[in-house]
């Protein structure tokens, strides 16, 4: 694998379904961030993994949101009952984990909530 | 709280001008800053990184300095060119290793 890989690239969905979109890091990267960005807006942190040690959540707006990562792999981050303000597009990175560590970034899921 | 200021939300400049660019934090003792070019509908991709040790970094036309007692990185594009047209983002770390993006300027270049 030669990047981040994010699936599905475009999700439409109606207010009040649940969605899951999906995110395959580097090969080796131990720490892994959800983003979300409205458009024209900046970057908005989400959630942060980091090894084994407990997820920072601190960037997730309502409970509605949730992530997991199954060891220093894939990662899923869940929306439920999703509202018309969840519209955007949500980004993985990943890093290797190490001192110094850029972050390397999937091309993101635009997420259409109708 | 920690917070990380972009000043000016756009910027134009003329061609073959330089562009500079700043990034102001508060609450943060970064052992380094990294800047990242994001083009619309893209992710963000990793441009520059400075330690807290040093004074300025070079890379072809780009340039980044951080001062730790002003708590400010400047970026700046020499010899600017319209292909440099992006936002631009710093990135600084906190102390367990979290990366914070500030929240970016659009730069615009006129042919």
């Known amino acids: 694998g030669a990047g981040v890989s994010q699936s599905p690239s475009n999700k439409v969905t109606e207010k009040g379904k649940d969605v899951e979109l999906r995110c395959d890091p580097i090969s080796g990267h131990t720490a892994l961030y959800w983003y979300r960005q409205r458009l024209g807006q900046g970057l908005e942190f989400l959630i942060y993994?980091?090894?084994?040690?407990?997820?920072?959540k601190s960037g997730l707006p309502s409970d509605r949101f949730s992530a997991e990562r199954t060891g220093e792999s894939v990662s899923t981050l869940t929306i439920q009952r999703t509202q018309q303000e969840d519209s955007a597009v949500y980004l993985c990175a990943s890093e290797p984990g190490q001192a110094l560590d850029e972050q390397f970034f999937g091309p993101g899921t635009r997420l259409t909530v109708l | 709280s920690q917070k990380i200021e972009q000043n000016s939300e756009a910027l134009n400049i003329q061609e073959g001008k330089t562009a500079t660019l700043t990034c102001n934090y508060t609450n943060y003792s970064p052992a380094y800053l990294q800047w990242y070019r994001q083009d619309p509908g893209r992710g963000p991709v990793f441009l520059l990184l400075?330690?807290?040790?040093?004074k300025e970094k070079r890379k072809e036309r780009l340039k980044v300095t951080f001062d730790t007692t002003l708590k400010q990185s400047l970026f700046h594009i020499t010899a600017s060119q319209p292909a440099d047209s992006a936002t631009y983002l710093c990135?600084?770390?906190?102390?367990?290793?979290?990366?914070?993006f500030g929240q970016g300027t659009i730069l615009t270049v006129h042919p």
């Open positions: 993994f980091q090894g084994n040690s407990a997820p920072d």
């Open positions: 400075i330690r807290e040790n040093e």
């Open positions: 990135a600084l770390v906190s102390s367990y290793g979290k990366l914070t």
